[in-house]
């Protein structure tokens, strides 16, 4: 891994365009714009207005690093979309970084046990994954904070993240609760942390999406193209 890696890292998963800039450890600049939509037109001006702000191009970086969510299933495609184009274009690898990483960037470490990490979801919902050592273990899922599967429940387990202290108290975990702040520069210091891994193992920027769109497919039937 290079030493001090340029980092430029960005969200649009949720409500917002954020984006920040690192330079190992260190945050050079951070940007959160809120809005519900028009994210696609607004990205690419803003980065490129935070790399002119530090002086910097997009020639100078060494990573780029994109939140997958879950989240808005157009939001997260909008950031994905961009960060494998860019990668492409400018020969460096796009690190893709969940939620679930993001929040459990924070949390203490636990002694050799399981973790179970929660993100808030629609309707009161929570969706969880299961890391271990670290490391995503299994899939994720949605389930009811005040009615977990009992067959989330294992030995020395932690639950960490979103409506933790409910989610622990029945499946006899301990917890840590935390939200989703600071999250460009969280998702460009877990990017970094993996680039100590060999370029194959690097997780690629792909989508999380736990559940189906809200969308319902259209009942009639597609038009007849005639050629």
Do not use: W
């Amino acid at each position: 891994m290079l030493p001090d890696p340029l980092v430029l890292a960005f969200d649009t998963s949720a409500a917002h365009c954020a984006a920040a800039l690192l330079k190992g450890d260190q945050t050079l600049a951070q940007h959160t714009d809120l809005m519900t939509r028009g994210q696609a037109e607004h990205l690419m001006p803003m980065l490129e207005s935070m790399l002119a702000k530090n002086d910097l191009a997009f020639d100078d970086l060494q990573c780029l690093a994109v939140g997958v969510g879950p989240g808005n299933f157009t939001g997260i495609r909008i950031s994905v979309a961009a960060a494998r184009g860019l990668a492409l274009g400018l020969g460096i690898p796009a690190i893709g970084v969940s939620n679930f990483e993001i929040m459990r960037f924070a949390a203490p470490e636990t002694q050799g046990g399981v973790e179970l990490v929660s993100v808030h979801a629609p309707r009161d919902q929570a969706y969880v994954q299961q890391f271990r050592d670290g490391l995503p273990d299994g899939a994720p899922q949605q389930i009811d904070p005040a009615n977990p599967p009992k067959e989330l429940m294992t030995e020395n387990l932690c639950v960490i993240g979103h409506r933790a202290l409910d989610i622990a108290s029945h499946l006899g975990a301990d917890h840590h609760t935390g939200e989703l702040a600071d999250i460009p520069v969280r998702i460009g210091k877990q990017a970094i942390r993996h680039l100590g891994s060999t370029p194959s193992a690097l997780p690629r920027p792909v989508p999380v999406y736990v559940r189906p769109a809200d969308a319902a497919p259209p009942k009639d039937m597609a038009p007849v193209i005639l050629g």
